[in-house]
């Protein structure tokens, strides 16, 4: 079995193995190198508590290599596992189960997605979980207008201590008992964010009666007025409104929503968060590249620190375990196999295209002259002469973070190239109807 390397690919994850640690690693300064890795990332971007990060810094620095390993493993546990529960409500028709649907990345006629129709289906509170990350849940909660609950009791009924925070969604104007459930929920200590949906309706509906004079911006700032003057009618400051299509995800509010929930939620479960997003925009997959890419730098530094193995042995990864770690990106980023069914049928775009456009399917291959192993090798061994031999700890950290940032690289190029591919293809269609009609 080997590895197909992948020419700018291999560069790229070479140049950041060997900028980002031969200096600390080599001079044996685990500390300083951990340190030196989490100075480059902002804050909003960091996966672990700052307070983690410093308990990690002090074992290293006190030489309690034990301890640090420790803790990183916990930190990593947590991070995976930490669940994560979104409450969504609004009245019917509002387009709740739309956006359910949409934050799950399912279709409405899939076997699992949130009922959609204009007749109010939820009785009570109905839980969805997310089909990659096991750990996430959305609840669709009935409009508090149908209960017949004041807020207070209403938030007691549906359980609102269990949510991370709650998202209001309408289609029309915020009705008052809806502005009473936003005092009660911030009153509880839980954030609330306001969503107005089917802004792409709206605009159509507008550009069908007044095609002469229709004024895009000037429309979606009307929306957004007439939202914002309810709270002021109501003598409530008004909060920032979203204005979203749960059918055109990237046109409007939806990224800055994305931004803003992500900013908001504790360090620990901003990870499985990114991870659970739709690929909408490029600078969403780098989010999701950006976040993995933590968890890799942890793994193998937490592999490397008690690497006592010999320098022979650490290239002979096991092929399994790769086959294991390359297939849980693809699944991730949606370049698995049933990712691109889906989006093959959604996009009109055959199947077969769509996989002949993209490398990670084919890294794991055994028709490459050359292996990434032994190409891998030949660089350190390069490296070891230059420098007089390295750390098993070097080596380890180096083999790990390297074989695991190139499938992570890969799959994210996959992602952006499939984006662009049924954008594009969108296009067309969208051209071709347009001409058309």
């Known amino acids: 079995m080997t590895v197909q390397s992948n020419g700018p690919l291999f560069n790229r994850a070479m140049g950041q193995l060997f900028s980002d640690t031969s200096k600390d690693e080599d001079s044996g300064d685990l500390e300083t190198s951990f340190i030196a890795y989490f100075k480059k990332i902002k804050t909003e971007n960091k996966i672990i508590p700052q307070e ?31 669940p994560i529960n979104i409450a969504v409500t609004g009245e019917s028709g509002a387009g709740k189960s739309s956006f359910i649907n949409a934050l799950r990345g399912v279709g409405h006629e899939e076997e699992d997605a949130a009922e959609v129709g204009v007749v109010e289906t939820t009785k009570w509170r109905t839980p969805y979980q ?23 009791d209403y938030l007691e009924k549906v359980e609102f201590q269990e949510y991370d925070f709650f998202i209001i969604v309408s289609a029309t104007r915020f009705t008052k008992l809806e502005l009473e459930l ?34 895009r911006e000037n429309i979606l700032q009307k929306i957004r007025s007439y939202c914002v003057n309810t709270f ?36 620990q479960k901003r990870h499985n968060f990114m991870l659970s997003l739709p690929n909408i925009t490029e ?27 010999p320098v022979v042995g650490i290239i002979r990864d096991d092929v399994e375990k790769l086959k294991e770690k390359l297939n849980h990106y693809r699944d991730l980023f949606g370049v698995d196999d049933e990712s691109l069914e889906f989006m093959a049928k959604a996009s009109q775009v055959p199947v077969e295209r ?10 794991l291959d055994t028709k490459n002259e050359e292996t990434l192993g032994e190409m891998f090798l030949k660089c350190l061994e390069k490296f070891a002469s230059a420098n007089g031999g390295l ?11 390297y074989m695991h940032l190139l499938f992570l690289d890969t799959v994210t190029d996959d992602a952006k190239v499939l984006l662009r591919e049924t954008l594009k293809n969108k296009e067309l269609v969208q051209t071709h109807l347009t001409h058309s009609y």
């Open 52 to 82: 983690t990060i410093r308990l990690i810094e002090l074992h290293l620095k006190k030489g309690h290599i034990q301890g640090a390993h420790s803790v990183i493993s916990d930190a990593l546990k947590n991070v995976d596992k930490v």
């Open 391 to 401: 750390l098993a700890t070097g080596l380890y950290f180096r083999k790990t973070f």
């Open 283 to 309: 600078a969403a997959i780098d989010r999701k590249h950006k976040s993995v890419q933590q968890t890799v730098w942890l793994e193998a530094f937490k592999g490397g620190i008690l690497a006592t193995v």
């Open 354 to 363: 769509l996989k002949e456009i993209i490398k990670s399917p084919y890294l």
């Open 130 to 152: 997310h089909p990659k990350i096991k750990n996430m849940t959305l609840w669709d909660l009935p409009g508090i207008g149908t209960t017949n609950f004041p807020p207070k």
């Open 232 to 267: 002021h009618q109501n003598n409530m400051e008004a909060p920032e409104i979203f204005l979203i299509s749960s059918s055109h995800l990237s046109d409007y509010d939806f990224p800055v929503l994305m931004d803003t929930l992500i900013k908001d939620l504790p360090v």
């Open 182 to 215: 936003a005092k009660a929920i911030r009153f509880m200590g839980k954030n609330y964010y306001f969503v107005r949906a089917k802004v792409d309706i709206d605009l159509d509906n507008e550009k069908k009666s007044k095609p002469r004079t229709f004024d």
